[in-house]
């Protein structure tokens, strides 16, 4: 499985971005997917996931209400809405992807859940 995340880029506070995450697989319709982040000297936290099974959608909770994650399996493609941006959105962004099912909510914020990691894009919010 390969993740190619693009869509960062700079933005002033209140705006909004779209990041898009293009994946490799034959089966990417049931793979579980998620967004992390890492702002610099902070470590990588979860930020979104959707399962693959039944489209359920995890958020933490800083970005509940702003961000929205959705998926098109036809494209193989993961995408994140990311609306109402704060400053301490700023981070890199990470896709990530499990292609074997997770059993237990918690697995999808953790990163030890995901097998597969894409490069990152960089998003910066100005105030």
């Known amino acids: 499985v390969q993740l190619q995340a693009s869509g960062g880029g700079l933005v002033q506070a209140g705006g909004s971005l779209r990041l898009s995450c293009a994946a490799s697989?034959?089966?990417?319709?049931?793979?579980?997917m998620g967004w992390f982040r890492q702002a610099p000297g902070k470590e990588r936290e979860f930020v979104v996931a959707?399962?693959?099974?039944?489209?359920?959608?995890y958020y933490a909770d800083s970005v509940k209400g702003r961000f929205t994650i959705s998926r098109d399996n036809a494209k193989k493609m993961v995408y994140l809405q990311m609306n109402s941006l704060k400053p301490e959105d700023t981070a890199v962004y990470f896709c990530a992807a499990e292609p074997s099912p997770m059993y237990g909510s918690r697995w999808y914020t953790l990163e030890v859940g995901y097998g597969y990691w894409g490069q990152g894009t960089q998003v910066t919010v100005s105030s």
């Open positions: 697989g034959r089966t990417f319709s049931s793979y579980d």
């Open positions: 959707v399962s693959g099974s039944d489209g359920t959608t």
